[in-house]
């Protein structure tokens, strides 16, 4: 018996189908939930967070929120001017090939506070 063409790819196409449904996992049914609070629990929790006040108030629409302070506002200024006094500031030693960044010029910042411990001595 001589197969035609479309009939070899018939069967082929089922011996391929068949192959795929061996490999079919088989059904465990429904795990069972687990979790560590009991179903009272989390009703509390659910009615608790359903009460709550301004749950649906955007971050930041009652007003700039307070930030806790870990620095004196004059050392932070003064830090920030002398950073941006620095005369090397924008220089990194990727701004050449095998090139090393040595500062060699002074602070304008700490230039001006000698002068001014200098002045005071006199």
């Known amino acids: 018996m001589k197969l035609s063409l479309t009939q070899a790819v018939a069967v082929a196409s089922f011996a391929m189908l068949a192959a795929a449904g061996a490999k079919a996992e088989s059904y465990d049914g429904v795990h069972q939930a687990v979790s560590a609070k009991t179903r009272a629990e989390i009703n509390e929790e659910a ?70 411990r200098d002045a005071s001595k006199l």
Do not use: H
């Open 47 to 116: 009615v608790r967070a359903a009460a709550a006040p301004n749950q649906n108030v955007t971050r930041g629409s009652r007003g700039p929120e307070t930030v806790a302070r870990s620095t004196d506002r004059a050392n932070v200024v003064a830090e920030a001017v002398r950073t941006a006094a620095a005369p090397d500031q924008n220089v990194s030693s990727g701004s050449r090939v095998n090139s090393k960044v040595i500062s060699t010029l002074q602070n304008p910042v700490d230039a001006r506070a000698a002068a001014s």
